[in-house]
């Protein structure tokens, strides 16, 4: 069973960082996009960050200079570093991966359950 298990997420300090790491599991044939979103509480889920299979970027506005999003392809992996942390990036953080499963033709995108960011002030 294909699945991404999300891991890193704590209690931090303003000012201070995380590292998210989100990994896929499963017969895997190809992982194509991959990312991260923030869900802050009693709001919609937003996106943070993606990355190609080839390591092309995009950032939100509110992240940019701050976060940093990484691959390796190898382990199926998807990281978040985020630096700088405020109050407002507290929240869940999903990850995210479009991914074609071994024996099937086309690719589904996946989510995981989340790992919880909380930032205080």
């Known amino acids: 069973q294909v699945q991404l298990v999300e891991s890193g997420g704590g209690l931090v300090q303003a000012g201070g960082s995380l590292r998210l790491s989100c990994a896929a599991s499963g017969s895997i044939s190809r992982v194509n996009d991959m990312g991260w979103y923030h869900q802050a509480p009693g709001k919609q889920r937003e996106l943070v960050a993606t990355?190609?299979?080839?390591?092309?970027?995009y950032y939100a506005d509110s992240v940019k200079g701050r976060f940093t999003i990484s691959r390796d392809n190898a382990k199926n992996t998807v990281y978040l570093q985020m630096n700088s942390l405020k109050p407002e990036d507290t929240g869940v953080y999903y990850c995210?991966?479009?991914?074609?499963?071994?024996?099937?033709?086309?690719?589904?995108?996946?989510w995981g359950r989340g790992t919880q960011v909380t930032v205080s002030s």
């Open positions: 995210n991966a479009d991914m074609r499963p071994s024996g099937e033709m086309w690719p589904r995108v996946y």
């Open positions: 990355i190609t299979s080839g390591g092309g970027t």
